[in-house]
Every structure is written in C-alpha cells, then in structure tokens.
C-alpha cells in the first residue's frame, strides 16, 4: 500500500486493514519517523507493518544568467524533477518557449532573488558580466541555508573572487562552499561547449542532490 498525505493506493487484503493501516501511515507522517521500521499492527494482533517512510526531496534550482551555458543548462534541467528560476535582466534573450518546470524572471535586481529563495536551494550563477556574478555570490553567501553555491569561472577567477570577498570581510570558509570551477563534482571537464560544461553542472547537482532524501511517500506491506 502506497499512502501519502492526501492520497492512497494499493491494498493490504482487507477494508478494516487497509483502513487501520492509513491511520496508521498518516499518523508516522506527520511525525518525524524515518525509513524502514516493523511497526505491530495493535496491541492484540502479532501480524506487523513494513513501514518504510520516505520523506519530500525538493529540487528548487536558481539559475542566474541566459546565455549560453544558462541556456543549455536550463534545457538539461528541464529533463528532471527540478524547479528552475531562471534569471536575468535581459528579457530578449530568453527563448520563447522553455520547458514546464522553468519560469523566467526578469529583473534589474537579481539580489533580490538570492533573499527570497527558499531553504535547501541551488544556486548557479553564470550570467555574462563578472562584476554581477561577484554581487550574487557575496550576496548568496550571507546565507549558510544552501544545498549547493556554483559559479562558473577557472581558477584564477575563484582566486580573485576570494581575495575581494576577504577585503569585504568575509571569511575564507565561506568562500569555500562555493563550487569553482563548476561541473562534474570536482572531476575536470576541459571541453569548452556549452552544451558540456552544462552537462557537467547539471551532473554536479544531481550528484549533490542524491546525497539527501528520496520521494514524498510512505509504503507497507504486512509481514
């Protein structure tokens, strides 16, 4: 039996089962129970629950920048479950058409995006103008709620960029959440595409994201 908060689905063999068992689930739900676990059925039965929670893993991605890599990029997102802002100020350069899980933002003030994003986020900043991109990052890192902080850039760039955030004061392990070069989860791509290094960051997130839960849903099944 498959049940979430609002839905169910599947049987375990019998009404009064099935219905002792939803409130059952939907009680495990609202607490803070985790994984797998026999949980006994009532006090006078010995039959027990399988039980295997597993807790809602939102992928909300910001993108900042429409140029080519943040073109490819968002094109290779559009493929899985994320929820893609995609940012820039450049309302002529986004594509007329983006995929379902994309919604395009223009505005002059990209910060105010990095303040409203919601806990859990990623950040990819790779928008054409360096100056920017220093202003997303030192703004992004006034906050310590991320998933993942990417930049695209070579060395010497993230050399520049944490000698400028350190004269603002801002210390160097800060910096250091910060993923540059960007792509691949730390393995060097040297291709220079866009279409590659997009691939590469898009394989980066999913690496990070796979590091924490799974889907919305709790199953069962009697033992």
């Known amino acids: 039996m498959l049940v979430t908060h609002d839905d169910t689905r599947g049987s375990l ?3 009064e089962l099935d219905s002792s068992a939803i409130a059952l689930a939907r009680t495990r739900l609202a607490g803070a129970a985790q ?14 629950l399988l039980v ?5 893993d939102p992928f909300p991605v ?27 100020s450049r309302a002529d ?43 997303l990052i ?18 010497s760039k993230r050399a520049q960029f944490e000698r400028r955030l350190a ?12 993923h540059c070069p960007i792509g691949a989860h730390g393995v060097a791509i040297k291709g220079k595409h866009p279409g590659a290094i997009a691939i590469a960051i898009a394989a980066e997130l999913l690496v990070v994201r796979e590091a924490g ?3 919305p849903v709790l199953r069962m099944a009697v033992r």
């Open 138 to 155: 030192e703004a992004a890192l006034a906050r310590d709620d991320w998933r993942y902080i990417g930049l695209i850039g070579s060395t």
């Open 93 to 135: 350069d986004f594509p007329d058409r983006v995929p379902d899980n994309v919604e395009t933002v223009v505005t002059e003030t990209p910060e105010d995006e990095i303040d409203h994003a919601p806990a859990g986020a990623f950040v990819v900043v790779t928008t054409h103008s360096h100056a920017l991109d220093f202003s």
């Open 52 to 56: 295997q929670i597993e807790r809602p």
């Open 167 to 178: 004269a603002r004061g801002v210390p160097t392990e800060a910096f250091a959440r910060v």
């Open 62 to 88: 910001l993108v900042f920048g429409n140029g080519h890599v943040g073109r490819a990029l968002v094109g290779a997102l559009g493929v899985v479950p994320a929820q893609i802002r995609w940012i820039d």
């Open 213 to 215: 839960a799974r889907s």
């Open 35 to 48: 994984h797998a676990a026999l949980v006994p059925f009532a006090e006078d039965d010995t039959t027990p």
């Open 13 to 15: 063999g019998s009404r």
